[in-house]
Every structure is written in structure tokens, then in C-alpha cells.
């Protein structure tokens, strides 16, 4: 499940056949087929397959949920590999924005470096409130924005 669906649609009370569920959600009927594979509760085993809205958003809700992955402060997501991992090397580059974020009005940071499996550039996003706790976490080979370059 590649994009956010908008389960706010879904009526809870309300019995769904596969194809208005696609039309509902904007997927395709044989990803909704897919779903009964995966565990989808349909009412009963006779054709057409009906889905009771709760138990529709309920499924969805637990596939959106198994989806996210939880970050330690040294680990960034690889969207290639699509799990948490750590830059290579522990080493990261700065950049610092000249935008400012909070209501402390701290300046926006890019932490970058580079996946330890597939060598892709991941990021992570903080800001210079943070930047000491990111000294000492990470081996820092440019910092770029606050005239340490």
C-alpha cells in the first residue's frame, strides 16, 4: 500500500461489495481481492463479497500502522531498502537552512548521509536545538550554513 487512503470515507455501519470499495478508496478490485487474502473479514463466503465498514477500516488501519517504522537517534529510514538503518561509517553532513522552525525560532537542519546496505543518500530533518545531541551521535564531516565549513 503504496499511498495514504482516506478512511475518513468509509461509513462504519455501512456494507461495502469490492467494487465500491475500489471506487471508495481509488485502488483497483483485484488490490481489494488481495486484501481478502491478507485477512479482510467479509460478511460471508458467498458472492458478491460484502465488507462491513468497520471491519474494512480496521484492516486498513493495521496495514497503515504495520507500515511505520520507529527511528533511534542514529538511525535514518533508507526509502530504497525501506527500513531504519545507519550511515555509513557514522558519518554525516550538515546542512543548515536559513529558515527558521518552532516557537523558539531555532534554524532548520538536514542531517545527510549514506545508507550502510545500498550506499543511497538518506536524510533526516532536527533542527539546531539538537545540534549538539547530533555532535555526539554522529561523526560530522561537513558543516555547512553556520560558518564551520
Not at 461495502?16 to 470499495?21: D, R
Not at 471508495?24 to 458472492?47: F, P
Not at 463479497?49 to 471491519?55: A, R
Not at 561509517?89 to 516557537?103: A, F, L, P
Request: glycine share 6%.
Amino acid at each position: 500500500m503504496s499511498k495514504t487512503l482516506k478512511l475518513r470515507l468509509i461509513k462504519k455501519r455501512e456494507s461495502y461489495s469490492f467494487k465500491q470499495i475500489s471506487e471508495l478508496l481509488c485502488v483497483h478490485q483485484r488490490t481489494v481481492q488481495a486484501w481478502k487474502q491478507e485477512g479482510l473479514k467479509t460478511i460471508n463466503d458467498s458472492k458478491p463479497f460484502l465488507v462491513m465498514g468497520y471491519d474494512l477500516q480496521e484492516f486498513l488501519n493495521q496495514k497503515q500502522q504495520n507500515r511505520k517504522c520507529t527511528l533511534q537517534e542514529n538511525e535514518f529510514y533508507c526509502m530504497k531498502c525501506r527500513k531504519a538503518v545507519k550511515s555509513l561509517n557514522n558519518e554525516v553532513c550538515i546542512e543548515v537552512s536559513t529558515k527558521t522552525i518552532g516557537k523558539h525560532g531555532f534554524k532548520a537542519l538536514t542531517v545527510k548521509g549514506y545508507c550502510e546496505f545500498c550506499n543511497s543518500l538518506v536524510n533526516k530533518f532536527s533542527h539546531e536545538g539538537k545540534l549538539e545531541e547530533i555532535k555526539n551521535t554522529f561523526n560530522i564531516v561537513n558543516l555547512r550554513g553556520l560558518g564551520h565549513e
